[in-house]
């Protein structure tokens, strides 16, 4: 029997040299490595692509404070989401601008059946692309008010709103929606729209919840899109969150978890990453981020002012999110950036 040699004992001089020698740029150094050590990575399919609708035909309005964004009449929408589908985006979402004349104190063009969004969705289907197709449930672009509900004096009432968005819901579902995305941040109206999805035969379709959405600053240019923005009467303080609060959003994003959503979303996104990070560690359900019209506006209006590289910045903000894990972005940049990861831009 031979004896082993006792093992050196590892001194604190010992420790002090390896420290010495730890290198962490020796994994950066060649692209190679970089790409071997890669923590995150940004596909097509993490992208959701938001799309405006408006009248007409061949229209394609540009949203001055969205540059490269325009309302799109519904065949410029079914040329765009034929375009989607051959780039491997795999969803869109519709906002319709509603022609003033149409809007009233109800928002009762929700619920016409030959709306922008459900002409849209029908024309969209007819193409049997491989392609879902996310609607918004929430009045405000209904609305004479600009708000997301019904109103009484200055009051947003809840439980009359949750009514009217099933019946929004159920039009919705009946044209052809795949999606049905809530971003009323109305009590109860998760459950609610499930039950009435469920009762009117429509089972099979996905609820995405605006799960977290705050009372931001940062949806000024969606509101000129849709135009809401001059119709906007007071701010939406008493619905959408308060941009000081977290474990509210675990609360809420809990609820609309436990009433029935396939989906939950964060709202805007880049300033609200732990916000994701949480949710994300909190609970097993796909977790989405909606990186909102003001994040996309100065991104662009920073690059064409050439204070930043556009295209750099927009897939750095992009990668954040899944850093933040996000299983996928809204993001109005979908096109160009399913172009740049394609390799033909
Ligand atoms: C309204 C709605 C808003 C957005 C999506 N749905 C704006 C709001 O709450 O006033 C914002 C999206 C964006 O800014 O890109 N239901």
Redesign the pocket.
């Known amino acids: 029997m031979t004896s082993t040699p006792p093992l050196p004992r590892i001194t604190s001089d010992h420790m002090d040299s390896i420290l010495a020698g730890t290198r962490m740029r020796r994994n950066r150094r060649t692209d190679w490595s970089r790409r071997l050590v890669r923590e995150n990575v940004l596909t097509v399919d993490d992208l959701i692509w938001?799309i405006f609708l408006t009248d007409g035909t061949n229209a394609r309005q540009p949203v001055a404070s969205m540059p490269g964004v325009f309302r799109l009449s519904v065949d410029e929408a079914v040329r765009e989401a034929n375009r989607a589908a051959e780039l491997g985006i795999p969803a869109l979402a519709l906002?319709p601008y509603t022609d003033p004349d149409l809007r009233d104190e109800t928002g009762s063009e929700a619920l016409n059946p030959e709306n922008l969004t459900c002409r849209a969705l029908q024309a969209i289907k007819a193409e049997g692309l491989n392609l879902g197709l996310m609607t918004?449930v929430?009045l405000?672009p209904y609305t004479s008010h600009g708000h997301?509900g019904l109103m009484e004096g200055e009051t947003i009432l809840n439980d009359e709103t949750v009514d009217q968005l099933c019946r929004q819901a159920l039009v919705q579902a009946d044209a052809g929606s795949d999606v049905i995305a809530p971003?009323?941040m109305m009590d109860g109206r998760i459950a609610a729209i499930r039950q009435s999805l469920d009762l009117h035969g429509h089972r099979d379709v996905q609820i995405m919840a605006y799960a977290a959405?705050y009372a931001s600053a940062?949806?000024g240019?969606?509101?000129d899109a849709v135009g809401?923005s001059g119709t906007l009467k007071g701010d939406?303080r008493t619905y959408?969150m308060d941009p000081a609060n977290t474990d509210e959003a675990l609360r809420e994003t809990e609820l609309d978890i436990t009433e029935g959503a396939d989906m939950v979303m964060v709202k805007p996104g880049m300033p609200y990453l732990d916000v994701v990070r949480r949710i994300r560690d909190e609970f097993q359900v796909p977790t989405y981020a909606?990186q909102?019209?003001?994040e996309y506006a100065m991104i662009k209006a920073a690059s064409a002012n050439g204070w930043l590289d556009g295209d750099r910045a927009m897939l750095e903000s992009l990668l954040a999110f899944k850093r933040a894990g996000a299983d996928g972005i809204l993001t109005y940049f979908a096109p160009m950036v399913a172009s740049f990861l394609a390799g033909d831009k």
């Open positions: 938001p906002f918004d929430a405000d997301d971003s009323d959405k940062f949806y240019p969606f509101r809401s939406k959408q909606y909102v019209s003001g």
